[in-house]
């Protein structure tokens, strides 16, 4: 089953544009981990944020970390036609006794040029 | 500098056979992971290896499911008698993990199944 549920499920912006994926999970974490993948690839990762950390930047990405309100943003800046991929948040969480990294339903990004 | 290699990319089945994957890790990684994702889905975890000790499977996995990794090297992932409801892509990964925790994770390119 599915732990983190992204926001939007789809989002279709101009090239240039800075856009935005929200994901929210349900238990306690370790870490928090976006990746990126394109039409019939397998996943590239991002960025990780660790559960004491609030913010962390990588280039124009941007992730912050409310371990409070148990959620995530992603944020890519001035955002490029190779930007267009789905993002999925994963967590790192212990569920049925084993440490396992679980991932959202994903967002999938369209920058139009 | 190698990554994550599955094979075969694509796989077409009858209903029925049986169906094996291969997927070579990073050399220095310790940790192996089986997803299995279908069209605009995350990706389900199925099971994952800490060397060759099988640590976790899922319950998605029935028992015409099985996964090695002998010598903790390479993995295999056998779909006995595949039914439609398995056609999806099954992705690989793998990571240098010294904690319980799981940090970033290496992914292959994946095998696509389709079982007609």
């Known amino acids: 089953s599915q732990q983190g549920e992204e926001d939007p499920q789809a989002l279709s912006i101009q090239e240039g544009e800075n856009a935005t994926m929200n994901c929210s999970y349900k238990?306690?974490?370790?870490?928090l981990q976006w990746y990126r993948q394109n039409s019939g690839r397998g996943l590239v990762h991002l960025i990780l944020?660790?559960?004491?950390?609030r913010e962390k930047h990588s280039g124009r990405l941007r992730v912050t970390l409310d371990t409070s309100k148990k959620s995530s943003s992603l944020l890519i800046t001035a955002s490029r036609a190779a930007d267009t991929a789905s993002y999925f948040c994963a967590t790192d969480e212990y569920r049925s006794g084993a440490q396992k990294l679980v991932f959202g339903q994903g967002t999938r990004l369209t920058i139009n040029p | 500098d190698t990554g994550v290699s599955q094979d075969p990319r694509h796989k077409i089945t009858k209903r029925g056979q049986n169906v094996t994957f291969r997927c070579d890790p990073i050399s220095e990684h310790n940790r192996l992971y089986w997803y299995r994702q279908t069209l605009g889905q995350g990706p389900e975890f199925l099971t994952y290896?800490?060397?060759?000790?099988?640590?976790?499977k899922s319950r998605l996995l029935s028992d015409r499911f099985s996964a090695e990794r002998p010598k903790g090297s390479f993995s295999t992932l056998e779909i006995q008698r595949t039914e439609q409801g398995d056609s999806a892509m099954y992705l690989c990964?793998?990571?240098?993990?010294?904690?319980?925790?799981?940090?970033?994770?290496?992914f292959g390119s994946g095998t696509q199944l389709s079982v007609l």
């Open positions: 238990t306690s974490i370790n870490n």
């Open positions: 990964a793998s990571s240098l993990a010294k904690t319980a925790t799981n940090e970033k994770l290496f």
């Open positions: 290896f800490q060397n060759e000790a099988q640590l976790e």
């Open positions: 944020i660790r559960s004491n950390e």
